[in-house]
């Protein structure tokens, strides 16, 4: 279970400017859109069951349609695939499970010729087991050169028969596996603070840092345009590696399901760690990220960027990610972490952009992606509670209408703010959480090893709904993709709501439309006077300067009346004096008189 936050950042009165209009001619990053796309799950071409790179490309004109700026893709190298990818084996190719090389490349040239940037993962704080250098480091004895790139250590205990220390596994279990050296003895352990099919790098170690930077010349030398680092705020770890009874985890509150620790005691894990952390969040990841943002920059421009996967409280740590000379965005989770509660969320909104300005930064929105509970779903569910990591159909299940009722309004008061913002895909069509998955579907490693205590992140990864009567809803040629689809996806696909009036659809490309064109990204920010503690209302100054956009989202029971102005796009239906109900959003473009 994820975190519910019950602070409430304090905000300036209705009238004074939050945050003032980004300059004309600010890079692309600031302001862009950016659709993240799970590779396994957007489009299968050769009817696998399993979404591929060419499935990707073919489908990159539906983005151009939707009117995002670039598509970020999930891993697509080589990977035994004990977590989806995200155990990487070789960092320079593709695995045969997404296509080839070359396949890569058609996909960023394609993507080039329709106006779309490309944006790959990144993954630095761990590889697969099986990849070549951990395989070298196995066949190596302690000390030696190759097991300084990752964190080995001797155990504690008479004969070394305890872990290094009581560090637990974000995915369950203990974050240390011990080895058989090559004489057959039991030998030393190495740290993996995810999968132990993931053991964590060790970035005080040269070699590392210098394979890093070839890596992103390789990717750029092939034309991509930035990368969205995997745990970013994970890389070092505190020297001595001490023991930690303190938050661990990375996405979700996580309760009781770690191993028994040294000290014989169950570790809990939380959500949110910080600098505190010995294992998260570390001033020294920051040198690297200085150390890469050179390598891109001497690329000249247009700039090719980074973007911080760095789940990082509080707000001012996280904005030490994306100071000038380090990254240039990093996701706002603690957005994406709002219960649905005005109050709050105008809060986070005024402590984001006046955290970021302080650094000269944009902030990124996000409301879904791969590791959280969709928010169609989320903001279905009672708000007083924690946010579950995964939900099965034995939990209390989300009421659909009001959550996607919700979702629209929730994406169409950021889509409004300034900064960049990212679309996971099918949020789109609305798609909701497969809350039902039989558990013999699923992968996720959360899910097996906490013994199924927790249910992890496949009921967000399930494939795209393309067209209601084809073949596994037109993801592919076969009936059986690799997770199955709940019954609720033939009805949402794209062939369902494409140009039919007020479809989630539509909305999402009438508001990104509107948005792109008249560059409200770029905007300013004030608060309206019909802020209230159940209305989030601003107005956005266009980054062309020719546009004032009021916005204005409802949570609480009565309606709120809007002003004089054009009503550009609603995400439900007003009232009949046109008032916005609860549980709606409203973007209305104002009069002269009063822009």
């Not at 070394?160 to 003895?185: C, I, K, Q």
Request: a negative charge; charged letters at 25%; aromatic letters at 10%.
């Amino acid at each position: 279970m994820g975190r519910v936050s019950e602070h409430t950042p304090s905000v300036t009165e209705p009238g004074t400017s939050v945050h003032a209009p980004d300059s004309p001619d600010a890079p692309w990053w600031r302001d862009a859109v950016i659709y993240q796309v799970y590779p396994r799950s957007w489009a299968d071409s050769d009817g696998d069951g399993v979404g591929d790179l060419p499935g990707v490309t073919s489908r990159l004109p539906y983005l151009r349609d939707l009117g995002v700026d670039a598509v970020w893709l999930s891993p697509f190298y080589v990977s035994p695939m004990h977590d989806a990818g995200y155990d990487v084996a070789a960092y320079r190719d593709v695995d045969p499970l997404f296509g080839t090389l070359e396949d890569a490349d058609t996909m960023i040239t394609t993507a080039h010729d329709l106006g779309l940037k490309v944006v790959v993962d990144l993954v630095p704080n761990h590889t697969s087991s099986e990849h070549r250098w951990f395989q070298e480091a196995l066949a190596s004895p302690p000390g030696s050169p190759a097991r300084d790139r990752y964190v080995f250590r001797d155990g504690r205990g008479e004969n070394g028969d305890l872990p290094p220390n009581n560090w637990p596994s974000v995915f369950g279990g203990r974050g240390w596996s011990r080895v058989t050296e090559a004489d057959g003895s039991p030998g030393q352990w190495y740290l993996h603070l995810f999968d132990v099919t993931q053991p964590d790098l060790n970035w005080r170690n040269p070699d590392v840092r210098e394979e890093f930077h070839s890596i992103l010349r390789f990717w750029v030398d092939r034309g991509v345009d930035g990368f969205r680092v995997d745990v970013a705020h994970g890389l070092v770890k505190k020297p001595d590696l001490p023991d930690w009874h303190g938050p661990v985890g990375l996405y979700d509150t996580v309760e009781a399901v770690g191993d028994e620790d040294v000290d014989g005691a169950t570790t809990v894990l939380d959500h949110h760690a910080t600098g505190a952390s010995p294992m998260w969040d570390q001033d020294g990841v920051h040198e690297i990220y200085r150390g890469w943002r050179e390598v891109l920059d001497a690329y000249g421009e247009p700039d090719r960027i980074l973007c911080a996967e760095a789940w990082v409280q509080p707000l001012d740590r996280l904005a030490l990610y994306v100071r000038s000379d380090e990254m240039h965005q990093a996701f706002n989770f603690e957005f994406l972490d709002c219960r649905w509660d005005a109050a709050q969320l105008r809060g986070v909104v005024e402590a984001s952009l006046r955290t970021n300005d302080a650094v000269g930064a944009p902030t990124t929105w996000v409301l879904s992606n791969h590791d959280v509970v969709r928010h169609a779903s989320r903001l279905g569910l009672d708000q007083s509670l924690p946010r579950p990591n995964g939900i099965r159909a034995e939990d209390p299940q989300p009421d659909a209408a009001l959550g996607l009722r919700r979702a629209r309004a929730a994406t169409a008061m950021m889509l409004g703010l300034p900064g960049g913002a990212y679309v996971y895909y099918g949020e789109e069509l609305g798609l909701p959480e497969h809350t039902t998955m039989p558990d013999r579907f699923r992968q996720d490693p959360t899910f097996h090893r906490t013994h199924h205590e927790v249910t992890g992140r496949d009921g967000c990864r399930v494939p795209m709904p393309w067209a209601k009567d084809e073949p596994s809803h037109g993801f592919g040629p076969g009936e059986d993709p690799w997770l199955p689809q709940p019954e609720a996806y033939g009805e949402l696909a794209v062939d369902q709501q494409a140009g039919v009036q007020g479809s989630t659809l539509e909305l999402y490309r009438t508001l990104l439309e509107y948005r792109r064109r008249h560059r409200f990204g770029h905007g300013g920010l004030t608060w309206d006077a019909r802020c209230s503690d159940t209305v989030i209302a601003y107005r956005n100054v266009s980054g062309d300067g020719a546009r004032t956009l009021l916005v204005v989202t409802n949570t609480g029971t009565e309606p709120v009346t809007l002003p004089e102005g054009q009503v550009i796009a609603a995400s439900g239906s007003l009232t009949e004096d046109g008032a916005v109900p609860q549980d709606t959003t409203a973007w209305v473009r104002l009069p002269v008189a009063d822009e």
